[in-house]
């Protein structure tokens, strides 16, 4: 959180929008495109704890490496799932 004080000036963001992205210029706040790509994680950390009390079993393969379109990779994903059931 930033101290803004009594008033919030717009000097800082002509400036910084003059300044080129190697010197600390453009833009400091994230896109809405940003935003929303980090919604479904909120709201899967705001869901673990109840997640947690409901289930007995929580199998969670590793298939951080595997791209969200990979259909081609559907085996592999299978496979990650039934290894990490097995341990």
């Not at 004080?5 to 003059?18: E, M, Q, V």
């Not at 994230?30 to 079993?57: E, G």
């Not at 590793?62 to 097995?86: K, Q, S």
Request: charged share 20%; hydrophobic share 45%.
């Amino acid at each position: 959180m930033k101290p803004w004080g009594d008033a919030i000036s717009g000097f800082t963001l002509i400036a910084k929008s003059w300044l080129p992205q190697w010197l600390g210029g453009g833009p400091s706040c994230p896109t809405m495109a940003a935003m929303q790509s980090h919604l479904p994680y909120i709201t899967d950390y705001a869901n673990a704890k109840r997640r947690w009390r409901t289930v007995d079993v929580m199998v969670r393969p590793r298939v951080t490496d595997v791209p969200i379109l990979a259909f081609n990779r559907y085996a592999e994903v299978v496979r990650a799932g039934h290894e990490a059931g097995l341990r």
